[in-house]
């Protein structure tokens, strides 16, 4: 029997260390010499003013006023324009010449030289540029196909997967670095962030470069690194080529992108605020204003929570912005909102969200108020003409000015401020101080265990669930 057990352990053994061979390449280099060829260094040129460096001080008046102005006049160069060149890295995605790179590769370049792995070199031009995910298309022309590489599903990828990344870092020319995806679905800062987190090296004139999966298939465009001296410490960055895949799409199509666009400002339900508007989950995307537009044409109002989009549910504000600025412009889609308890189907035709971010907001017309008092820790004013002028706000604004709080309450805790303004409690309007106690008094006879405020501040709302004790 101890042999037999001996015989199962070993057999073990050996399986274990067939199956890490198999999840570990020997070489990578099949794979390099396949896709190098579709890989390019890009190589931009830009006029830019002339610097001829610090110039001294020297007081007006001064003896050594002409001599230093003498001095920069016969400088080599003076303030003439001079021609700055930067280096990046970009990939082949058609036989006929379309390149994928970094948009701030390229931005406000004059001229764009594309070098192939064989070292040939052609001119390119801008296709179209998206600055939202810093992608860009370029195009070259050619009478011979050119050797391409096809994206790949990001969202297969799984942390722990083998990855490669080439491009041109530090202008050292064609390199490759290999590593692993060390997170996913990371946000750096943008909206539309879709982050791979890899530790294969990326360095500078690596951006706009491809990350490869062990199939060949471009699952992201690497474009920034984190590190305190500029040089790789292994937390790089790649957009995820879903992402990419359709802005690309968007710029060959028509040289720009086209994004839905809902027309809400929104924020994230947290479990305070979900207690607080009875939610049993702290998830949807929490409506704090409604601007002309698709949602208002809905019938959408402030106050309503956002449960599911176009039938896919809807865990936070981010998910919400990219899937609705991954949705087709003009197409109607079912918009399930949480309201006064219950949930509501809304029907909403989405606009295009370049075409509404290039017209001002609509501003909001909040009503009047009356009646100062003391409540939930802070000191309440009715909205005086001079504190509209003071506020800057509009003559017809509404709601309850916060001229104290009080460092002890949960109100300053929860970042309250002199000189916010409160429009609603409890998803009803404020006209006086009497109608917040009302809806104080209410909350509390139904159980609940805070108050949902609606405040602006600097002519921005959000909303703060403020607990009735400590």
């Given at each position: 029997m101890r042999a037999l057990w001996l015989g199962v352990v070993a057999l073990a053994l050996v399986l274990a260390q067939a199956m890490s061979a198999a999840a570990r390449p020997d070489s990578l280099a099949?794979?390099?010499?396949?896709?190098?060829?579709?890989?390019?260094?890009?190589?931009?040129?830009?006029?830019?003013?002339?610097?001829?460096?610090?110039n001294p001080i020297v007081p007006e008046g001064s003896p050594f006023e002409d001599f230093f102005k003498e001095f920069q006049d016969r400088k080599p160069g003076g303030d003439r324009p001079r021609r700055s060149s930067a280096l990046g890295s970009g990939f082949v995605i058609s036989e006929d010449g379309y390149i994928v790179t970094n948009n701030h590769v390229i931005e406000s370049a004059d001229e764009i030289v594309i070098e192939f792995f064989g070292g040939e070199e052609l001119d390119a031009k801008v296709v179209g540029t998206d600055p939202n995910t810093?992608?860009?298309?370029?195009?070259?022309?050619?009478?011979?196909?050119?050797?391409?590489?096809?994206?790949?599903?990001?969202?297969?990828?799984?942390?722990?997967?083998?990855?490669?990344?080439?491009?041109?870092?530090?202008?050292q020319g064609f390199s490759v670095s290999a590593g692993i995806v060390s997170a996913r679905n990371r946000a750096l800062s943008g909206s539309y962030d879709d982050y791979i987190q890899t530790d294969a090296a990326i360095n500078r004139g690596n951006s706009g470069g491809p990350l490869f999966n062990m199939d060949g298939d471009v699952i992201g465009v690497n474009t920034a690194i984190l590190s305190p001296n500029g040089?790789?410490?292994?937390?790089?960055?790649?957009?995820?080529?879903?992402?990419?895949?359709?802005?690309?799409?968007?710029l060959k199509d028509f040289g720009e992108t086209r994004r839905g666009w809902l027309g809400v400002r929104i924020q994230d339900v947290t479990e305070d605020v979900a207690e607080a508007m009875g939610l049993e989950t702290a998830a949807g995307a929490l409506v704090?204003?409604?601007?002309?537009?698709?949602?208002?044409?809905?019938?959408?109002?402030?106050?309503?929570?956002?449960?599911?989009?176009d039938g896919v549910e809807v865990t936070d504000t981010r998910s919400l912005v990219r899937q609705v600025g991954n949705t087709d412009v003009g197409k109607t889609v079912r918009v399930l909102v949480f309201r006064d308890g219950k949930t509501q189907t809304l029907k909403v035709t989405l606009?295009?969200?370049?075409a509404a971010e290039a017209v001002p907001a609509a501003v909001t017309k909040p009503e009047e108020v009356e009646a100062p008092k003391e409540i939930l820790g802070l000191t309440l004013s009715p909205l005086?003409?001079?504190?509209?002028?003071?506020?800057?706000?509009?003559?017809?604004?509404?709601?309850?000015?916060?001229?104290?709080?009080?460092?002890?309450?949960?109100?300053?805790?929860?970042?309250?401020?002199?000189?916010?303004?409160?429009?609603?409690?409890?998803?009803?309007?404020?006209?006086?101080?009497?109608?917040?106690?009302?809806?104080?008094?209410?909350?509390?006879?139904?159980?609940?265990?805070?108050?949902?405020?609606?405040?602006?501040?600097?002519?921005?709302?959000?909303?703060?669930?403020?607990?009735?004790?400590?």
């Amino acid at each position: 029997m101890r042999a037999l057990w001996l015989g199962v352990v070993a057999l073990a053994l050996v399986l274990a260390q067939a199956m890490s061979a198999a999840a570990r390449p020997d070489s990578l280099a099949d794979l390099a010499e396949k896709i190098s060829p579709s890989v390019v260094n890009i190589t931009t040129s830009t006029v830019v003013a002339g610097q001829s460096g610090p110039n001294p001080i020297v007081p007006e008046g001064s003896p050594f006023e002409d001599f230093f102005k003498e001095f920069q006049d016969r400088k080599p160069g003076g303030d003439r324009p001079r021609r700055s060149s930067a280096l990046g890295s970009g990939f082949v995605i058609s036989e006929d010449g379309y390149i994928v790179t970094n948009n701030h590769v390229i931005e406000s370049a004059d001229e764009i030289v594309i070098e192939f792995f064989g070292g040939e070199e052609l001119d390119a031009k801008v296709v179209g540029t998206d600055p939202n995910t810093d992608i860009a298309l370029l195009k070259v022309e050619t009478d011979k196909p050119l050797p391409y590489v096809k994206f790949g599903d990001s969202d297969s990828s799984r942390v722990g997967d083998w990855v490669m990344a080439m491009g041109n870092p530090l202008g050292q020319g064609f390199s490759v670095s290999a590593g692993i995806v060390s997170a996913r679905n990371r946000a750096l800062s943008g909206s539309y962030d879709d982050y791979i987190q890899t530790d294969a090296a990326i360095n500078r004139g690596n951006s706009g470069g491809p990350l490869f999966n062990m199939d060949g298939d471009v699952i992201g465009v690497n474009t920034a690194i984190l590190s305190p001296n500029g040089g790789s410490i292994g937390i790089g960055f790649s957009m995820a080529s879903n992402v990419v895949s359709k802005v690309v799409a968007q710029l060959k199509d028509f040289g720009e992108t086209r994004r839905g666009w809902l027309g809400v400002r929104i924020q994230d339900v947290t479990e305070d605020v979900a207690e607080a508007m009875g939610l049993e989950t702290a998830a949807g995307a929490l409506v704090t204003d409604v601007p002309e537009g698709p949602a208002k044409e809905s019938g959408m109002i402030q106050g309503d929570v956002i449960m599911s989009f176009d039938g896919v549910e809807v865990t936070d504000t981010r998910s919400l912005v990219r899937q609705v600025g991954n949705t087709d412009v003009g197409k109607t889609v079912r918009v399930l909102v949480f309201r006064d308890g219950k949930t509501q189907t809304l029907k909403v035709t989405l606009g295009r969200r370049e075409a509404a971010e290039a017209v001002p907001a609509a501003v909001t017309k909040p009503e009047e108020v009356e009646a100062p008092k003391e409540i939930l820790g802070l000191t309440l004013s009715p909205l005086t003409n001079e504190l509209r002028k003071e506020l800057q706000l509009s003559p017809k604004a509404s709601g309850l000015v916060v001229m104290d709080v009080d460092e002890t309450s949960v109100a300053s805790e929860k970042g309250l401020r002199a000189g916010d303004l409160i429009t609603e409690a409890g998803q009803q309007k404020l006209e006086t101080a009497a109608d917040l106690q009302a809806r104080v008094d209410e909350a509390q006879e139904a159980g609940r265990k805070s108050m949902l405020l609606l405040i602006r501040r600097n002519g921005e709302p959000r909303f703060v669930a403020l607990p009735f004790k400590r």
